[in-house]
């Protein structure tokens, strides 16, 4: 199994350009999230979604959107780039357990400097 | 929202000394993760605590969730530089949102 997938592993932007973080699992995780991990500040989550169709806020999703319209994919949009969101991003995915997330499963990561 | 706070932030040790992160909310926590992310890798999970009091091990480390399931430690006796990385903990943040600490950063002197 792939597990979870995130391309690109590396990117570089100019400020205000948009683009496209991809996210894909094939463990059939109903849950899905995303989260920033910058130093000193441990991993904070932007969106998550707990089924296609379902998408919802985390602890900073400021100039960020998702959509979910299948299981498997949950991709990442930067609107307008801003210096602000370089960082490492990593996605992750998850069995739903009783009224709480199960162990989560990463990706690689991926890492935006945004010029 | 939810927050747990984790301390210490960095942690450096000589092989074969202790080591132990803690973890606090400021409210009860249904259940907590403990993740571990090596240098330049992806947080992989460690275990889940679900009850109050609980203790697990694995190997060197030993997972504790508090009575009042508001704290949790990881402690790894006699480290050895596999342990070297950055520990997180994380707990339920909201409807399944999973909050995670700010880690603490863990280096060690063979």
């Given amino acids: 199994n792939a597990g979870v997938t995130q391309t690109p592993k590396f990117q570089v932007l100019k400020t205000g350009q948009s683009m496209t973080l991809q996210c894909a699992q094939d463990m059939n995780h109903e849950y899905m999230s995303w989260y920033r991990q910058d130093p000193g500040m441990g991993l904070r989550l932007i969106h998550y979604s707990v089924g296609a169709g379902i998408t919802d806020q985390g602890e900073v999703p400021n100039g960020y959107n998702v959509s979910r319209s299948t299981t498997e994919d949950f991709p990442l949009r930067l609107l307008s780039a801003a210096p602000s969101q370089t960082s490492v991003y990593f996605c992750a995915s998850s069995v739903l357990g009783t009224g709480r997330t199960g162990e989560l499963f990463f990706g690689e990561g991926s890492r935006l400097t945004v010029l | ?110």
Avoid at chain 2, 55 to 75: D, I, M, P, Y
């Fill in chain 2, 1 to 110: 929202g939810q927050q747990v706070m984790q301390i210490p932030q960095y942690q450096h040790v000589q092989e074969g000394e202790d080591f132990t992160t803690y973890c606090n909310s400021s409210t009860t926590l249904s259940n907590i993760q403990w993740y571990k992310q090596r240098p330049g890798g992806h947080p992989v999970f460690l275990i889940q605590l679900v009850k109050s009091g609980e203790v697990k091990k694995q190997k060197r480390l030993t997972f504790q969730f508090g009575e009042a399931k508001k704290n949790s430690s990881l402690h790894i006796t006699a480290t050895q530089t596999t342990d070297v990385g950055t520990y997180f903990c994380a707990g339920p943040g909201g409807a399944q949102k999973l909050v995670f600490g700010q880690g603490t950063r863990l280096t060690i002197n063979p």
